[in-house]
C-alpha cells in the first residue's frame, strides 16, 4: 500500500494491533501519528475502514 496524506493504516504494536495516520508524506520518507490500539486483527481492519471511508470489507482473511 502507497502511504497517503492523511490515510490511517495498523499494524503490529507489541502485543496488540496499533492504528496510525500519515501525518507527512514525501517520496522518500513518511511520518505517522499514532492512534490508538485495538485487540484483535479483525477489529483493525474493521476500524481502518471505517476511518478511511471505505465502507465495511466483504471478508476478512488474515494471510500471517
Known sequence: MKATLNQYYFGRHYNQWGIWQYSHV?????SSTFIKNVLTY???????YRLNGWGTPKNIKRTY
Open 26 to 30: 514525501t517520496p522518500t520518507s513518511n
Open 42 to 48: 479483525e477489529m483493525a481492519v474493521m476500524e481502518v
